[in-house]
């Protein structure tokens, strides 16, 4: 085996990793996530049942302060836990390829994004080049229709 092929098998075993270790986390969210919903569902079908139908306003100000609570909740925990997973991310991918700064995954970037994708490029600087004819073309059309304004308003002025 030479170093090409022992490279491209420590990549694909490092992609695999990374994709096994998304999928994991992805299906325990989702179960944690079922499993919350039940058990307050439950909770809640249970204080419904026990009380009266009819609720006073004092109640319906406490279940508007408890929802308003569990937004927030919900909002500083889902917030903390992104940018958590996103900073280990960003740690995983950096120990994977190997780099310790920004500029040195910009370099490794430089080297690896054009390998894996060669049309890439291409695509993006044709794209570029299709928006900026678009904005000539523009320029162009306003500017007949304010050379036709101007001719316009002199002919009635005569």
């Known amino acids: 085996m030479d170093s090409a092929d022992t490279t491209t098998s420590l990549q694909t075993r490092h992609r695999n990793i990374i994709l096994g270790l998304s999928a994991t986390s992805f299906i325990i969210g989702i179960t944690g996530s079922l499993l919350y919903t039940r058990r307050k569902t439950?909770?809640?079908?249970?204080?419904?049942?026990s009380k009266s139908v009819k609720l006073t306003n004092l109640e319906i100000l406490n279940r508007y302060k408890k929802a308003?609570?569990?937004?927030?909740?919900a909002f500083t925990i889902g917030t903390i836990l992104c940018v958590s997973v996103g900073g280990l991310c960003a740690i995983g991918i950096g120990s994977i390829?190997?780099?310790?700064?920004?500029k040195e995954f910009h370099e490794k970037m430089k080297e690896t994004i054009p390998k894996y994708t060669p049309g890439l490029h291409e695509s993006i600087r044709k794209s570029e080049q299709?928006?900026?004819?678009?904005?000539?073309?523009?320029?162009?059309?306003?500017?007949?229709?304010?050379?036709?304004?101007?001719?316009?308003?002199?002919?009635?002025?005569?």
């Open 130 to 158: 299709d928006e900026w004819n678009i904005f000539q073309e523009l320029e162009e059309h306003l500017s007949e229709n304010e050379n036709n304004l101007i001719q316009k308003k002199s002919e009635s002025q005569k």
């Open 97 to 102: 390829l190997g780099v310790s700064s920004l």
């Open 68 to 73: 308003s609570f569990f937004s927030i909740q």
């Open 42 to 49: 439950k909770s809640f079908q249970s204080d419904f049942s």
